[in-house]
Every structure is written in C-alpha cells, then in structure tokens.
C-alpha cells in the first residue's frame, strides 16, 4: 500500500479526501519568541488553532498540507498538541527551507560555495525530516519545500534548491516551491527542477494564482507541474474574483488536473501585529475556500468532477510515491 507520512502515521494516500495543499498553522520567529515570550500567549494560540481547524474540518475539509519549514517557525511538537484536539483532520507536514535570499548564518561556511565547502548540510537534515522523523517526535516529513521570490534565483535560493532536489532525488519525496509572479522565478525554478533530473508532475508551483495571466499558466502547466491556486482570500496584489475567474477558465480549458487549490492562510502570523490581519484581510481564513469559493466555482459551470479533480485527485497523486 502507498503511504504518505502525516501528523497522525502513515495513511494511504486514497484516505486523504478533500486537500488544501497549502495551508499553515503557525507562522512566527522562533528566536523571538524564546526570548520575549510575553509576546505570545501559547494556550489561547493553541485554542484558536483547534477551534479553527475544526471548522475547516466541519466544511468537509479532511486534510491539510503545512509547508512550514525552517525560517517560518516550524514546531512539530506545538502542531501535534493542536492535531490531538482535532483527530478528524489529517495534517501533513514538510521539511525544506524557506528563505528569498541568503541562507542562516550558520550555513554561511561550510556546504557548496563556501570557505569550507563540502556537501550541503540541509541534505541530512531534509532526509532525517522525510525518513526518521522530525526532532523526537517520530513525525515523518512528507514533501520538500523551498522558496524563490523577490530577489529571483540568488546564490543561496538556488543552493537551497539543490538541496531540496538531492533529498527528493534520494527519497521521492513532492517539491513544494513557493514562488513569485513578480518575476520570471516559476518558469526558473522549472528550469532549474527539470536540468536536475527532477519529473515536474512531482512539483507544485506555489503561488503561481496571483496571476491572471492564462497563457504563462498554461505554459507552466504544460510543462507538467501542478499550479499552486493557493491565495485564496489573500486579497492584496488580485482580488479573489480575479483568482476565482483564472480558476474557471483554466478548468474550462482542461486544466483541472494541474491545479490545486488552498489560502496559504494560517491561525497565527507574527508578520503582522495582533488582530491586523483580520482587519486588512477578512476573508484569508481556513473555511473562505470551501464557503465562498467553491460554491462560485460551482455556479459559474465548473463542473463537481473538476473541483474533485483539483481537491482529492490531484493532492492524493501528488502524495502517492512515484
Ligand atoms: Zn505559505
């Protein structure tokens, strides 16, 4: 039986159902919190995140991806006291390295490019996540994650991405790369993914539906990897119509079976200061993409077939060992 690795043990990848696959829980700086703790109020955060989670899940939800990785916070311990309080949905989580151009400093000197050199160290560190377990918690990390933003494929971004191909190439692990329509970085990462041996229908573009441009989505698309139509409620640079309508005309082009849909939305982000993102953004929340915009899929002809295509098909394929 194929299994993919969540919170929650192995499961067979058929089990999953309904999938967000890219969703957080908590995003915050870790070394911030270690040392002004008062910022944070760790019982009612976790309440939050249950009570969240669990109305996600009472929207039929079964199932989330959690791509926070280094330098967004991850704590597997933390996320297994919220998961214990909502056993019905299923939480897989990843291993990789988020950053938009250097790595930390205390990769500065030894791993490809450096004064000391010599193999990367997160190749270790990504395998012990993906075929140990993650710290001691036995949890098993999934799929990869890295970034490529702003700053488009700078040294460090393209190590970290070198990294994450060797781990996927040693485990077969899916690649989740958070991405930038900004610039040329989804074509790039592809680019680069593909040069490295790696079968683009094993990688999710993140981010990529902050584009309303169809004909770069169907290139991207045909290229083979999934597009990440993942911003849903994130109401800054498109609006959710915007996105909703890219959606549609790319399931109407028959594309359903390379998209996947989430919010990249989370319970907690220091990012902003307490209850900002709330105001600024009211609709970026776990429940906005099975309450508002599946119904408007649905109405403006989307067929179900397509949104189960995009929901359960394409998530249990992407996490279905090659
Ligand atoms: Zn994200």
């Not at 990462?189 to 169809?214: F, I």
């Not at 597009?227 to 498109?238: H, K």
């Not at 220091?270 to 109405?299: A, C, H, M």
């Amino acid at each position: 039986m194929p299994t993919v690795h969540t919170l929650g043990g192995a499961k067979d990848p058929d089990q999953l159902g309904r999938t967000l696959m890219h969703e957080h829980v908590f995003i915050q700086d870790t070394e911030i919190m270690a040392n002004y703790p008062h910022l944070w109020d760790e019982s009612a955060e976790i309440d939050n995140a249950v009570a969240r989670l669990q109305a996600l899940r009472d929207t039929g939800i079964s199932a989330i991806a959690d791509p926070t990785v280094l330098g967004l916070g991850r704590d597997i311990p933390r996320l297994l006291r919220v998961a214990a309080r909502v056993p019905e949905l299923t939480i897989i989580v990843a291993t990789g390295l988020y950053t938009y151009r250097d790595v930390p400093l205390t990769l500065h000197h030894r791993g490809p490019g450096t004064t000391l050199g010599g193999e990367d160290p997160l190749i270790p560190l990504f395998l012990r996540d993906l075929t140990e377990g993650i710290a001691d918690t036995g949890v098993r990390a999934a799929f990869l994650k890295c970034a490529a933003d702003i700053h488009g494929l700078t040294p460090d971004v393209t190590r970290v991405l070198h990294a994450v191909i060797a781990a996927h190439h040693q485990t077969g692990a899916p690649i989740t790369v958070h991405t930038s329509v900004t610039n040329n970085t989804p074509l790039e990462v592809q680019d680069l993914l593909k040069a490295e041996g790696v079968d683009l229908s094993r990688v999710v573009l993140g981010h990529v539906g902050d584009t309303t441009d169809l004909d770069l989505l169907k290139r991207l698309a045909d290229n083979g990897s999934y597009l990440g139509m993942d911003r849903f409620g994130l109401d800054l640079a498109i609006t959710a119509e915007q996105r909703i309508e890219t959606v549609r005309a790319l399931c109407a082009a028959g594309y359903a079976e390379r998209m996947v849909l989430s919010q990249d939305s989370c319970s907690h982000i220091d990012w902003f200061p307490p209850g900002v993102k709330e105001q600024i953004l009211p609709n970026w929340r776990y429940d906005y993409l099975s309450g508002t915009v599946i119904p408007t899929l649905l109405s403006q002809g989307v067929p179900q077939s397509d949104i189960d295509q995009m929901l359960i098909t394409n998530p249990r394929d992407y996490f279905t060992p090659a």
